[in-house]
């Protein structure tokens, strides 16, 4: 009964329409004050970020947080998908809406992508929040070994399969393996919730979801944050779940020797946490970005 209401409550929030180069981009925004902007990761939603935007936007925030073309409830038009063309829906998103600076908030590749505001259009940020960033929207073919790569190769053929390519998307998007998946990069069993297994498994039911599937698992990989941290501007909060396998705390050993030498990058570790420390531990996450946003005063 309690997830039942978690959902009701969730499915009341008042979510917007923003047409972007002939597609609907789902969106929604909370509270009044200097802007944020959430963006979300692979499979994720404007829903993942439920435990932190009454809390941001109580802490005097204006709240904004936007569905990925691709994603949760944005149309799922079958092109060809990158980490640039998400870039520009933000850019584009930030000067219909917004057009103040603009902190820009992201997990996983959510975080790439806030990261590459921040470095690619510092004119519109005026930083960025960093959880568990991934390297990449995929991996490279030098950063895999050769089984590794080969397995890749079998992997994304089989998505794009018009013969088993539903078949397969069928598979994996069955919410008892949702939940085995999230359950690997939760270090907090009791987090994977009902709630959180809705969210990413309905939007899996849209019209061209597994042909969108196979076009971004097998997206090009974009910038690293190496190259894009040569760039950078603004200031950096960058927080990292201790005990994630799938963007391991060694990947941001490179943030943490910019907050080391002085640069204007806060590294913090949350111990006891996965890919997702914002959704696992809000009651850690949300206090931490308050408390840098604070000093930060844009």
């Not at 936007?57 to 073309?69: C, I, N, T």
């Not at 809406?97 to 590459?116: C, E, R």
Request: hydrophobic share 40%; aromatic share 10%; charged share 15%.
């Amino acid at each position: 009964m309690v997830i039942n209401q978690e959902l009701e409550t969730l499915n009341h929030w008042q979510k917007h329409n923003w047409l972007w180069q002939g597609h609907q981009i789902k969106y929604t925004v909370w509270g009044s004050g200097k802007p944020l902007v959430l963006v979300h990761g692979f499979g994720a939603s404007i829903g993942h970020w439920r435990h932190n935007i009454p809390v941001l936007a109580e802490g005097g925030y204006q709240v904004f947080a936007v569905d990925l073309l691709g994603f949760g409830g944005s149309d799922k038009p079958i092109l060809d998908y990158s980490l640039e063309l998400w870039q520009n829906l933000l850019v584009d998103f930030w000067r219909e809406h917004i057009q103040q600076p603009t902190v820009f908030v992201g997990n996983s590749i959510g975080a790439l992508l806030s990261l590459m505001v921040v470095a690619n259009h510092p004119e519109i940020s005026a930083g960025g929040i960093l959880i568990n960033c991934a390297g990449g929207l995929n991996h490279r073919p030098d950063e895999l070994n050769l089984p590794l790569r080969l397995v890749m190769q079998g992997f994304n053929k089989l998505v794009k399969s018009q013969l088993l390519g539903g078949f397969f998307f069928n598979q994996i998007r069955q919410k008892k393996r949702l939940r085995q998946t999230l359950l690997q990069v939760y270090r907090n069993p009791s987090a994977v919730t009902d709630e959180l297994i809705e969210i990413i498994y309905t939007p899996t039911c849209d019209r061209n979801a597994q042909q969108v599937f196979a076009k971004i698992t097998s997206a090009p990989a974009g910038p690293t944050p190496l190259e894009l941290l040569s760039k950078v501007e603004r200031s950096l909060l960058v927080l990292w779940g201790a005990d994630d396998p799938w963007t391991p705390i060694a990947g941001g050993k490179i943030f943490q020797n910019l907050a080391e030498s002085g640069k204007s990058v806060k590294f913090t570790e949350i111990p006891n946490a996965g890919h997702c420390p914002h959704d696992e531990c809000p009651d850690i996450v949300n206090p931490l970005i308050l408390d840098w946003l604070n000093v930060l005063q844009y």
